[in-house]
């Protein structure tokens, strides 16, 4: 196609930048991961000491969603820009999926 | 810039998944496709929700019965670990290094295998405890759920490895690079799912 | 380079649509084959009303009547109406925001293939042991209970039909977002293009639920699991919910498209922008947000409790908040218009009484006390065909009339349309609008007969000769077809002489790589604003260049024929030897195919600057 | 002409309406409600139509005027408008609150018609019934009565009648339009409403209310009608007493009734009770009760009540209701055979 466009300027020059940045954020990358094997970790352990399934319950629903937030924000990039259309959509997916679980835990009740 | 173009270190483009108008709409139609993803996920999830526990007979095994924390563990890790070596794949992807993305890819796929194992191997006791797919509603949620994420994880192996055996000879170019980023963004989305899994049939199984 | 060489002769124009992956040529396949199954269907709708024309009629069987009606639903709503909306976004979306095509030519051809072969499956069942005969809601009890094979197709058929549209909805979306021409923004953007938008955002979180309930029914069906059997553990409700939700939105996917080409046929032959553009709009998003909301309301008398009944009825009448905007919006495009009654005009313009009969019964059945009497009766077989016909197979005919010179080049005749408009439009009335009151007066709705001395014989009577006149207005619409056809006088850009998006800009039909130069877009009808500068056409937004083009591929095609046969194994699971292996070779000719296309590398061509300078002289080769 | 065809359309239609409302059987039409559950739904369709004639009539003057006002007479190209934020303002805001004075009664009659308290308190008075759908016939159980009977219901006038609604094969829906909105019969659960039936207006609709299946069950869903007989309190009393007097099969009167008897008891009684106790469970019973045949007004819930009718059914049920479960369960019958159980079952009367 003839409008395509790269998104670097001058790719020699930001080169030497882009290298540090990418190391950069590689090593975000490994602290996010660390804190997933971490919040993994917790679950599990909540599981586990065989508390009230009260608190277990939420406590460990909330830390898939802080887990997954990571790995969209980070492992997925969804931080970085260029990402409006891909989270639109993936918001919208899941309002609609989270629709229907409710659904489906409160009016099939029988 | 086209896409058959031979680059080098320098030329190679900060964002080489959406340096081409290709590559853009490859990236954005992936993303949508994963925002569908995420519609049949949910109601796969809003199913098993539906239908946990339920058996004719009470003599069948039930989600705390049947769940060990051990092997799910076990399979967590694996997967989020090959989550981690994906993330190292396309940072080798984006600095130009073809043989450490394919050493990361490699990796990742090894661990995938592994975590496909430990699913088999899992089926395989919960069938003889008498959990079977055709035994009852909860048997059929369970397996369709957690089979549809094992089939996604098979199908990702499968891509994984067709990627690298197709490029294994020709290096990086904005052609393919674009097909190793939303490889990775599956992988990533597959391990999404198992968050899920793991926190809302193995852990909320096992609480009860 | 030979790729676009023209080949004459009827084998070679064959294969060329066999192979084709551009979106002009698939438009027209989806046309062609949304129409033959538009054929079909109204063919089933005819003895539906021949059957009940009469008491105790017994022109079909009882089981063959609930065969008729599953498959007119499932054929008009899968097979027909929204493969010929698809044809019309994939005829026009693109040279509406100013593309030389789509995102996935490929995956659009896939997406074809995918339907076609989904539908044919389908309808081969009734040469292969019977239709299926649940409704096309095929709630889960009745198909669960249903014997033969017939379900089987309709799960089957549906699943494959329902990939090719999810993969057509992601390739419009992704065209879009990503290749509108300089300057197009999406506040510029057409509204029947912002309507492809929402409705392919609404196929592509719709159709997981469906796909999702379909592979239940399949495994329930096919291969023992449990999910609707209620006696080990399963529950039938699960499915009219996956159903609903999916099927809600559905309505939303075939209205709002409809919606865009009435706004764009409005707005053309009143010779003024759209009134309340911008509230339009944001109409069409809210529609298609709440159309997730409200999937309830059709399992009322289910007995979900009266919180979930309340909320879903209040959700329901919000909903006709927007869709009233869009109402006045249209009647204040007209006002203090110039409204030439051309045919696509007819339609439009009836149109609007039709559709608010639809409105506002959907108003009443969303009162869900009331809704009590409505649900399952003709009232509510009343209600969705003012919908659906007065709504989408309006906006058919007229799409079809007003972008036929675009697509095929020639203008289909003015006078033969409006006959077949007055002929479908009475005749439409007289059907639907009796039937309100059948409903009222206590007749159920997917009845074989009805017995006597109930006070429905004359209403059907009259329903039925309504359906007459339809069957004519359709009859001299192919009549209108082949006269147009065979005389083909060519007409020009704008033949309309009012066109104001960007389609009309360019010849008709227009060239395979739509624009030589991509146009720049400087507001809202974008080709009219120059019109009105006194410009004959757009303002180029780039020099003259080569232009990247797809190469076809015959690949689409086995893809989707792989799922074909492997359906038919899936069908006869457990009851032929065969059934697995040709599971096996049927998804072996699939995955094969796919490998082919991801290992080999498919860069498409080029078309030269020289060649396009050529095209200049000779003005345009199709 | 055109012009005129419209005007004439539009006033056809709106005197149509007002006619065909007229019209419908008062045993059967919506439009003619003979009870409270109806009576309310019938004021909310009466208000929904009232708002939205309204709402009609606004955008048929527009319409027109459009239509005759702004027709094309020359080439002049008409200015451009945007919008109006004022007028749609208006558009937003008077649809908004016309929906909210529908919104509200809505709400209100939805949780009206869902009240049942009375079912589940102890020592309740009212009247529950257990409705059992099944492939094309209705099984209904007073539970607290501790009878059943089938395919015709009977109920008192001018109280609450509570009902127990399941399906034991596929899904139904139990509709008797003119005394109230329809409720699905699920195969996984029991769904509970209420119905009333007046006394007054079941004496114009001649006592006798017609009742159907509304959702699609098979080939002959069409042909699942039952009766709804509405008795005052005292006959219902009656009736109930004289049913529960019927603690065995009752004598055949004739001989041929004698003999018809006993064919009934070779080849019907595995399936149908001619006892009207509830002893066995709701899934046991596996066809009609039988007890009142002799006083229905049907045979199988559609075909004339008269012997004639009656043996071509049993000669062959198929051939009336496609697709039922009698068809084949029993030996075929010769006409003097058929002649005797039509004359025995004729007689199964309980009230004289």
Redesign the interface.
């Known amino acids: 196609m003839a409008n395509q466009q790269t998104n670097s300027g001058n790719p020699r020059v930001d080169h030497e930048y882009r290298r540090r940045k990418s190391a950069e954020e590689m090593r975000y990358q490994v602290v996010s991961f660390s804190l997933m094997i971490f919040l993994t970790l917790v679950a599990f352990g909540a599981v586990a000491m065989k508390g009230s399934a009260w608190f277990t319950v939420p406590f460990i629903i909330l830390l898939a969603v802080v887990q997954v937030v990571f790995q969209l924000y980070y492992f997925m990039h969804m931080s970085h820009k260029g990402h409006e259309a891909p989270s639109l959509f993936l918001y919208s997916g899941l309002l609609v999926g989270l629709i229907t679980i409710l659904t489906f835990m409160t009016i099939i009740w029988w | ?1 086209h ?2 173009e031979k680059l080098t ?7 080489p998944e ?5 590559a ?2 490859k990236f ?2 992936f ?17 098993y ?3 946990k526990d ?3 007979d009470s003599s069948m095994p039930l989600a705390k019965d049947l769940f060990e ?1 051990p092997l ?2 076990v399979a ?2 694996l997967l ?1 670990t090959s ?2 070596t994906s ?2 794949a396309i ?1 080798q992807m ?2 130009f290094n073809f043989k450490k993305m394919m050493l990361w890819f490699g990796i990742t796929a090894l661990l995938g295998a592994a975590f496909l194992g430990s699913e088999v191997y899992e089926f395989t006791n919960y069938v003889h405890e008498g959990h079977k ?9 369970f397996y ?1 759920l957690v089979g549809f994420h094992g089939g996604h994880v098979a199908f990702g192996l499968m891509w994984c490895l ?1 990627l690298m055996i ?1 490029n294994a000879k020709r290096g990086l170019n904005l ?1 393919n690079a674009p097909k190793f980023y939303v490889f990775s ?1 599956y992988w ?2 597959i ?2 799912v198992w ?2 899994i ?3 049939v193995y ?2 199984g ?3 | 380079m030979s790729t676009y060489a023209q080949k004459k002769g009827f084998g070679a124009t064959v294969w060329d649509f066999l192979t084709t992956v551009d979106h002009k040529k698939i438009a027209i396949l989806y046309l062609l084959a949304g129409g033959l199954f538009f054929l079909v269907g109204g063919l089933e709708a005819v003895f539906i009303r021949i059957q009940l024309a009469v008491p105790n009629n017994d022109f079909v069987s009882a089981g063959a009547f609930n065969e008729i009606i599953t498959m007119h639903g499932t054929t008009m709503i899968f097979l027909a109406a929204m493969p010929i909306l698809f044809g019309f976004m994939n005829a026009v979306m693109p040279l509406q925001i100013g593309a030389r095509d789509v995102a996935f030519p490929f995956l659009n051809a896939l997406g074809f293939w995918l339907f076609f072969f989904g539908g044919v499956f389908l309808n081969l069942s009734w040469f292969m042991g019977g239709a299926p005969d649940a409704g096309w809601t095929s709630y889960a009890s009745l198909a669960i209970h249903s014997k033969g094979h017939g379900i089987d197709f309709y799960v089957l058929g549906l699943q494959i039909s329902g990939l090719g549209t999810l993969i057509g909805g992601i390739n419009f979306l992704v065209t879009i977002i990503n290749m509108r021409a300089p300057g197009m923004t999406y506040m510029r953007m057409p509204l029947f293009t912002w309507t492809t938008f929402v409705a392919s955002a609404l196929i592509l979180f719709a159709f997981p639920p469906l796909t999702v309930g379909l592979v239940l029914m399949m495994f329930d069906r096919m291969f023992g699991s449990n999910f609707f059997v209620v006696a080990n553990g399963g529950n039938t409700v699960i499915w009219e919910h996956l159903f609903w939700i999916f099927g809600h939105p559905e309505v939303y996917i075939l209205v709002l498209p409809a919606f865009g080409i009435f706004s764009e046929i409005f707005s053309t032959f009143s010779r003024k922008r759209l009134f309340g553009y911008s509230s339009m709009v944001f109409a069409t998003v809210l529609i298609g947000f709440l159309g997730f909301m409200v999937w309830a309301h059709h399992m009322f008398t289910t007995g979900l409790g009266p919180v979930a009944n309340a909320i879903f009825a209040v959700a329901t009448m919000a909903i006709g908040v927007p869709t009233g905007i869009k109402i006045f919006n249209w009647l204040f495009t007209m006002w203090g218009g110039s409204v030439k009654f051309t045919a696509p005009m007819h339609w439009a313009f009836a149109f609007i009484p039709s559709f608010i009969m639809g409105g506002v019964t959907g108003v009443m059945l969303a009162a869900a006390a009331a809704d009590y009497q409505y649900h399952d009766t003709y009232f509510v077989v009343a209600h969705f065909h003012y919908v659906i016909v007065g709504g989408v197979v309006f906006s058919i005919f007229a799409g079809v009339q007003y972008w036929w010179p675009k697509i095929f080049g020639t203008m289909l005749n003015e006078t033969l349309g409006k006959l077949t408009f007055w002929l479908f439009f009475i005749g439409f009335h007289m059907t639907f609008f009796i039937q309100h009151f059948l409903g009222l007066w206590g007749m159920p709705r997917r009845v074989f007969t009805y017995l006597p001395g109930q006070g429905f014989d004359t209403a059907n009577m009259i329903s039925s000769i309504g359906a007459l006149f339809m069957s004519l207005g359709v009859i001299v619409l192919l009549i209108n077809v082949v006269v147009t056809s065979v005389k083909n006088v060519k007409v020009g850009d704008d033949p309309w002489g009012d066109g104001r998006t960007l389609e009309w800009a360019i010849p008709s039909p227009p060239p395979f790589y739509n624009f030589k130069q991509l146009p720049l877009v400087r507001g809202l009808d974008a080709f009219w604003i120059e019109k009105m500068e006194g410009k004959k056409g757009m303002t180029p937004a780039e020099p003259l260049g080569d232009i990247h083009m797809p190469n076809a591929s015959f690949l689409p095609f086995v893809i989707a024929f792989g799922l074909f046969i492997a359906a038919f194994g899936a069908l006869y699971n457990g009851e032929h030897s065969w059934a697995i292996p040709v599971i096996v070779i049927g998804l072996l000719v699939t995955f094969g195919s796919m490998l082919v296309r991801s290992v080999k590398d498919d860069h498409g061509f080029h078309i030269h600057k020289e060649e396009l300078m050529d095209d200049n002289d000779k003005g345009v080769k199709a | 002409m055109k012009r005129l065809a419209k005007w004439r359309l539009i006033s056809f239609l709106a005197i149509l309406t007002l006619v065909l409302s007229g019209c419908g059987e008062p045993y059967l039409s919506a439009l003619k409600p003979a009870g409270e559950v109806a009576d309310t739904q019938y004021d909310l369709m009466k208000l929904s139509t009232f708002i939205m004639v309204g709402v009609i009539l606004v955008v048929v003057i527009i319409f027109v005027t459009v239509f005759f006002r702004f027709r094309r007479k020359d080439d002049t190209i008409p200015k451009q408008v945007e919008g109006s934020h004022k007028l749609e303002i208006i558009w937003t805001v008077i649809p908004i609150l016309l929906l909210l004075i529908l919104a509200v009664p809505t709400v209100a009659a939805t949780f009206k018609l869902a009240n049942v308290d009375q079912m589940d308190k102890k020592n309740s008075k009212a009247l529950v019934i257990n409705v059992r759908s099944h492939l094309y016939w209705w099984d209904f159980e007073y539970p607290n009565q501790k009878i059943v009977t089938s395919q015709e219901l009977v109920v008192p006038t001018d109280e609450k009648v509570y009902f127990n609604l399941k399906s034991l094969d596929v899904k139904h829906s139990f509709w008797i339009p003119a005394v109230g909105g329809k409720m699905d019969t699920n195969t996984d659960n029991e769904n509970k409403f209420w119905l009333e039936f007046d006394s007054k207006r079941a004496n114009d609709a001649g006592g006798l209310f017609y009742g159907k299946c509304a959702e699609l069950c098979g080939p002959s869903h069409a042909l699942m009608d039952f009766k709804v007989k509405a008795l005052s309190r005292d006959d219902f009393d009656s009736w109930v007493k004289s049913m529960k007097d019927v603690k065995k099969p009752q004598k055949a009167q004739t001989d041929l009734a004698a003999e018809g008897q006993e064919i009934f008891n070779n080849s019907c009684i595995g399936c149908h009770a001619v006892t009207p106790s509830n002893q066995m469970p709701d899934t046991a019973r596996m066809a009609p009760n039988l007890t009142n045949f002799g006083d229905r007004s049907r045979v199988a819930g559609v075909l004339d009540h008269n012997k004639e009718d009656l043996k071509n059914w049993i000669r062959d049920p198929e051939k009336y209701k496609p697709g039922n479960m009698m068809t084949n369960k029993y030996p075929k019958m010769s006409e003097d055979q058929l002649d005797a159980l039509a004359e025995y079952l004729m007689g199964l009367k309980v009230q004289q």
């Not at chain 2, 270190?9 to 964002?15: L, V």
């Not at chain 2, 993303?31 to 199913?47: K, M």
């Not at chain 2, 797919?133 to 949620?141: D, E, K, Q, V, W």
């Open positions: 810039m896409a058959e270190y320098e030329s190679w483009p900060a964002e959406r340096s081409t108008l290709e853009k709409n954005t139609g993303w949508l496709f994963l925002g569908g993803e995420t519609v049949l996920f949910s109601s796969l999830f809003a199913t929700l539906a239908l339920k058996v004719p924390l799910t563990f967590t890790m989020l989550s981690l993330v190292y940072y984006k600095n797919f055709t035994s009852s509603a909860f048997g059929s949620a369709t067709t197709r052609y963004l990533h989305f391990d999404v968050v899920f793991f926190s809302v852990l909320m096992m609480v009860g």
